[in-house]
T-cell receptor, first 112, second 112 residues
């Protein structure tokens, strides 16, 4: 099976940098994804790491270390609109498909 | 634009009723998923399907069944609704071996 651990809540101020960590245990691993979900909204895809290292997409970056079963999402120049829940998800095989298994989510609260 | 549509945003049903939650995607995706989301528990996989008429149990299938008669439509069925099935239900789809899951807006089901 698969399990993921991430902090339940993180707070930061506007303009700051925040890092949301994710550790995972999995029997099969193809990659680590990050999703953002605003209150009342659907989760939306942010990033994906299949290989070790840092992937950058604008203000957001995601890092993966497969040897440590660890990844993080880095948000820079925080804005109020970044207040949301962030989920890491492990992509693993099951039968003929690739199944995302999600962590419990981290609530990011950005203060002015 | 990519779209996953769930038939209802809000539903209120009585204990013991048979409940159908419908999900339609217009992206010709092979894989479709049903998750339930509860505070502090993240997204938990109920069932998934990687092809028409194919279905696989996820982590919490008890009390649920699914149907996939056409590629674009994946239905979640609560055979006899119970109060502990009160939750947010999210449908998602992924193309082939793709990395990005596309989610519907969710159905908030209340069983009274």
């Amino acid at each position: 099976g698969q399990s993921l651990e991430q902090p339940s809540e993180v707070t930061a101020v506007e303009g700051a940098i925040v890092q949301i960590n994710c550790t995972y245990q999995t029997s099969g691993f193809y990659g680590l994804s990050w999703y953002q979900q605003h209150d009342g909204g659907a989760p939306t895809f942010l990033s994906y790491n299949a290989l070790d290292g840092l992937e950058e997409t604008g203000r957001f970056s995601s890092f993966l270390s497969r040897s440590d079963s660890y990844g993080y999402l880095l948000l820079q120049e925080l804005q109020m609109k970044d207040s949301a829940s962030y989920f890491c998800a492990v992509r693993g095989p099951s039968g003929g498909s690739y199944i995302p298994t999600f962590g419990r989510g981290t609530s990011l609260i950005v203060h002015p | 634009d990519v779209k996953v549509t769930q038939s209802s945003r809000y539903l209120v049903k009585r204990t013991g009723e048979k409940v159908f939650l419908e999900c339609v995607q217009d992206m010709d995706h092979e894989n479709m998923f049903w998750y339930r989301q509860d505070p502090g528990l993240g997204l938990r996989l109920i069932y998934f399907s990687y092809d028409v008429k194919m279905k696989e149990k996820g982590d919490i299938p008890e009390g649920y069944s699914v149907s996939r008669e056409k590629k674009e439509r994946f239905s979640l069925i609560l055979e006899s609704a119970s109060t502990n099935q009160t939750s947010m239900y999210l449908c998602a789809s992924i193309k082939g071996s793709g990395r990005e899951a596309f989610f519907g807006q969710g159905t908030r089901l209340t069983v009274v």
